[in-house]
Structures are given as structure tokens and as C-alpha cells.
């Protein structure tokens, strides 16, 4: 199983980013899908996650600015990203947790957010 997170970049505070997370199998074998962050010198922390039904869930500090989807055809997660703070400058990876046990994190390489003022 092989996670590609994608869509990092660098953009000014207001503007908007798109990451997306490809999986190399069907994203229907996890339960949840989800996107974490680490900004410099603090810990990785939860952003948004969807579940296999498609319920989404979001940290309180981007509820409302950020949505997290998915294409089943394409076997992709997105986080679409708008409003952005600097606070927001982060790496960020994509999370999978296998739908079967044992239940197995996947991550993948992290993609770099950086927000300027």
C-alpha cells in the first residue's frame, strides 16, 4: 500500500491550496482517511479525516476553511484549503487506517505548506 500526498506549496494568507493523497489500492479499504499536519518544532497533529461512509470530521481550528473528499474513482483523498493563515505552514500527510484488522496505519510522504503573511 503506497500513499502519494501532493498539492504542497507556497501561497500568500487568503489564498487557497488543494492537496491531494492517491492510494495504490481502493480507498474503500480504509476507514478513515484523514490528513494530519507538523508545523517546525511542534507535533504532528489531526486535520480532517472522512470515513468510509463519507462522514468528515475536522479540527476545530480549520473547521470551516478546509474540506476533506474524496474521488472513488481515482482512489484519492483531497483537502481543499481556503482562507489560509500562516499558522497553517505546516507539512502535511495523508493517513490511512486499514478497514480490516489489524487495523494498520498507512502515511504517506508529507507535502510542505508554507503560508506567507
Known amino acids: 500500500v503506497q500513499l502519494q500526498a501532493s498539492g504542497g506549496g507556497l501561497v500568500q494568507a487568503g489564498g487557497s491550496l488543494r492537496l491531494s493523497c492517491a492510494a495504490s489500492?481502493?480507498?474503500?479499504?480504509?476507514?478513515?482517511m484523514g490528513w494530519y499536519r507538523q508545523a517546525p518544532g511542534k507535533q504532528r497533529e489531526w486535520v480532517a479525516r472522512i470515513n468510509i461512509g463519507g462522514s468528515e470530521n475536522y479540527a476545530d481550528d480549520v473547521k470551516g476553511r478546509f474540506t476533506i473528499s474524496r474521488d472513488i474513482s481515482k482512489n484519492t483523498v483531497y483537502l481543499r484549503m481556503n482562507s489560509l493563515k500562516p499558522e497553517d505552514t505546516a507539512v502535511y500527510y495523508c493517513k490511512a487506517v486499514g478497514g480490516n484488522f489489524p487495523f494498520r496505519d498507512y502515511w504517506g510522504q508529507g507535502t510542505l505548506v508554507t503560508v506567507s503573511s
Open positions: 489500492v481502493s480507498i474503500f479499504s480504509f476507514n478513515p
